[in-house]
């Protein structure tokens, strides 16, 4: 079992940057992809970015490709999501997930996640 905790939200101007951290405890952080997903206020939970175990492979939502990038440091079991260019609406709770089976968009196949932490965008 992994636990995980989320840390560097904030209130950030549009335009502006963000690094999230998301601190794994437990000793197999490095078996599992990680994903990050959001959820906005009356919406749905979200997609937003997973990378595979190893950091080889990354997966974005369109949404955010080009903008977010999310890397892993499996010495430190710590996994960032590198959020650049924000727009009013990435405002979420955003949260970290480890990724056990199926496909890495839908959160049917995730397990262990953090508390959340809330990103605001101001216009």
């Known amino acids: 079992q992994v636990h995980l905790v989320e840390s560097g939200g904030g209130l950030v101007q549009a335009g502006g940057s963000l690094r999230l951290s998301c601190a794994a405890s437990?000793?197999?952080?490095?078996?599992?992809?990680q994903g990050w997903f959001r959820q906005a206020p009356g919406k749905e939970r979200e997609f937003v970015a997973a990378?595979?175990?190893?950091?080889?492979?990354?997966y974005y939502a369109d949404s955010v490709k080009g903008r977010f990038t999310i890397s892993r440091d499996n010495a430190k079991n710590t996994v960032y999501l590198h959020m650049n260019s924000l727009k009013p609406e990435d405002t979420a709770v955003y949260y970290c997930t480890t990724h056990y089976s199926g496909s890495v968009y839908h959160d049917a196949g995730y397990d262990n996640w953090g508390q959340g932490t809330q990103v605001t965008v101001s216009s």
């Open positions: 437990g000793r197999t952080f490095d078996s599992y992809g």
């Open positions: 990378i595979t175990w190893s950091g080889g492979s990354t």
